[in-house]
Structure formats: C-alpha cells, structure tokens
C-alpha cells in the first residue's frame, strides 16, 4: 500500500514495551537516532513486532512541529 | 523549555513552502533523511523560518505509526 | 507494507480538492458513508489520486473520538 | 454541540476495554465495518459506554491518511 | 452530543481567516488567553462562524504535549 | 525552543496518573479552567512533574476542533 503520509522513516526496532492496553515501540532510523511510537498492543500483536525486526516509523506532516533554539 | 514530546529531532531547513495559511517545512535530519511539517504560515514568521537553518522536528510518540514491510 | 494502525477503512475517492498547499479528498466507503481526509497537495499527486479510484482512509485510533447523542 | 470535524461516523459500540489509563472502544459502523478509537477510562466512565450502545465516531480530516493499493 | 475528548473549553471567536481549502480560528477563552484552531474552510462555512460568536474549542487528551521551563 | 505551535498555555500541574506506559496529567490553566494531556510515564519521569508545579499544555493547532451549541 502506498501512503499520503509525507514521512515513512525506515529503521530497525529497539525495543517493545507493553502496557495494559499500549505499547510503546522504539525504532533506531540511524546511529543514535531513535523514535518513540504509541500504539495499541493489538497492533504490537498483529504485526508480530519484536527486537531487531526492520520497521518504519509513519507521520502525517500535519502531526509534524518545528523546533528552534 | 523541556517537552513532553518523546521525538525531538535535530536537522537543517531544507525548504519553506507557504500557502495561503498552511507552508510546508522540509528538515534534513541526515543526508537522505527528510521529515515534512505542515504548520501555519504564521508560525513559519513567528520563528523566522528559512532555508539552511538548524531546527527541529517535534512529534508526540501517540502520533507516529509503525509499518512493517 | 503493513500498519499499525487499527482503522483501515476501504473506499473509493469521490472527490479530490486541491488548495496552494493542503487538499481534502472524500473517500465513499459505503453508500452515504463518506470520509473527508486533509493531506498535503504533494501527496495527491505522488498518489495520483482521482474520483473513482479505489482507496483506503488510514486513521491512528488514538486520533478517534467518541461521541453519544 | 455541532462540531467542525469533518468525520462524524454514528454506529454501535461493539467492546469496550479498559486498560490502567487508557480504553479502547470498538464501534460497528456497518456490518464487517468496525473503527477502534484509543480513549481515556475516564471518557468511559463520563460517557457510561456500554456494547451495544449507539455511539458515533469523530475524526478530524486532518487525521486521515490515505492509502492506495 | 457529549463526547470523550477531555478537553472542551469555552470561549468566544476572536477571528476567522479562512485559506484556500484550511481556516483559523482564534478562540479566547480568557481575556488573554487565545487558543488557535486549524480546520477546514468547510467546517467555517457549516458552522456559520463568526467573530464574536460563542464557541468552544475541542481537544483529544491526547494531543496535548506537556512543557517545563 | 521556540515552537512552531500556536498554542503555548501555561498553568500549574493539578495532578499526574501514571498508569503502566501511558499517564494523564491535568493542567489548571486559570481558576476552573483545566485541561488533560495524555503522555508517556517516561516523559513525566524525565521532566519530573509533580503537583504544583508551573507548565504549559502545548496543542497544535490542527488537533484543535471546533464546537457551537
């Protein structure tokens, strides 16, 4: 399927934590260079996620902040 | 000022593309790697936004997917 | 490329707009049942998107409200 | 209260379940047609959501993503 | 209709500027205290919004970020 | 950091639920005027909120809706 979303960011994921309903997955996209996503557990599920598995992180450029310093 | 946000990643402005009130921001986050924002144009003048500037890409982890190939 | 997200809703795109930077495209998923989706131009046409074609809305159910009468 | 979201699906709630903090609410929109919203356990309770109980689906455009085989 | 966001805050409209196919709405909830919204041109026009008029502004939990100086 | 987010409101933290990966912590932004963020245990461990405490509700403004009575 290809998708409207603007930021596919290929990676590898770090590490899954379960919560009672919610999963927190890490992906490393580079050296030292992590994202954190919130999904449901049943997604964690269906998809089979686990450590060192090839993932990408997906977002909507309307979900997207700008940062300065 | 400290986010919430669990992806908070450094880049430079690759392109500022307004609209009549939404622009699109491009940040290069590494050669190859670019996360599109879609914020106000008012947003884009308030920080002053322009090409070859360092800023960041904001994202609360509830708003990033995971896709497996 | 599998997702994440819980809700994948087919249709087919009964209209697509196009602002100066941002678009609304209403997918039919079933008689009377339409879904409006904002994205960005760019991703209109990386898609091709057009009326009629067969097309899927994608929503993070974090992003689902619910709503009684 | 009449909402600017463009999104406002009405069906039937199919499960309710409830983590620590965080809900999800399965709604039927038509029959094979389900969307699972992520809530709050607190909106559980405010809204007293039961299987069963008819019940809407509120999602901003701005939320959707498209996808195309 | 009563809905599961936990965040319905009342105010007035402050103004409406409306793009192409995206409007903002600036809401004030105190005096001082404005909350902008993005939302469709569609959504302006449906609603028949107008400066002065009450409003509230609607907001899921969780797209709420927390920040500390 | 500057942020590109329109809204910036600043209170003081009213309380913090932690449940097993995901927290609410509510923000009384003036007397009666409260808002809730849902964000991860790890963000309110970093930042180390606690009751009392001075800190802004950060919202974009495409996750903000609109309602009329």
């Known amino acids: 399927m290809k998708l409207s979303a603007r930021n596919i960011l290929p990676g590898t994921i770090f590490s899954v934590t379960k919560g009672t309903t919610t999963a927190h997955v890490v992906l490393e996209l580079a050296p030292g260079l992590i ?17 060192g598995q090839p993932a990408s992180a997906i977002i909507k450029a309307s979900d997207v902040m700008i940062g300065v310093a």
Chains 1, 2, 3, 4, 5, 6 share one sequence.
């Open 35 to 51: 994202v954190t996503a919130s999904i449901t557990n049943q997604a964690v599920d269906d998809l089979g996620l686990v450590e």
